[in-house]
């Protein structure tokens, strides 16, 4: 005489990312093409400012800024085609609030406000990837963002009027 399992066969391990909580495929691609043209708008800003720039260290900040964006843009990409998605071709709508901006100190403390936006998205989805390579990534992407509103911060209370 056989004995019967207790209770059935779990298939956790086999669910749909959605059904246990995770972000779903499209949701996560619609995420990863908001942060890329937000990033991508954040490279363009930092690049253009460095060329106004009211001195060498403001130059020197824009330019650490604009590398960082441009890092986040390339893997971000890189990560929506490895996900079989299309990267998003378009610069977000930051850019020209931010070109808006005549003061080149008040843009500074913009930018940081946008860098605090993408922190905040970065920790609303984290938890939500599954994927352990996307989500080292995405980890990476906003431990730098909170480097970088530090830098601008201190840079900001040392230099600005």
């Known amino acids: 005489m056989s004995a019967e399992p207790a209770s059935p066969v779990c298939y956790a391990a086999d669910a749909d990312d959605a059904y246990m ?5 499209d949701e996560i691609l619609a995420a990863l093409n908001e942060l890329l043209e937000a990033e991508r708008a954040g490279a363009r800003v930092a690049l253009h400012s460095r060329k106004d720039a009211p001195g060498a260290d403001f ?4 330019t650490a800024i ?3 964006e441009a890092q986040w843009v390339r893997m971000l990409a890189g990560q929506i085609g490895r996900l079989g998605g299309v990267p998003s071709r378009r ?3 930051f850019y020209g609030k931010a070109m808006a901006i005549a003061d080149p100190y008040e843009r500074i403390a913009f930018v940081n406000r946008g860098q605090g936006w993408v922190v905040r998205k970065l920790a609303a989805l984290l938890p939500r990837i599954r994927d352990d390579a996307l989500h080292a990534d995405l980890r990476r992407m906003h431990a ?6 530090d830098m601008a911060a201190r840079f900001l209370a040392q230099h600005a009027p």
């Open 66 to 68: 604009r590398d960082d």
């Open 59 to 62: 130059a020197a900040l824009m």
């Open 144 to 149: 730098r963002h909170e480097t970088n509103i």
């Open 21 to 25: 909580g995770y972000a779903g495929h």
């Open 91 to 93: 610069c977000g709508a």
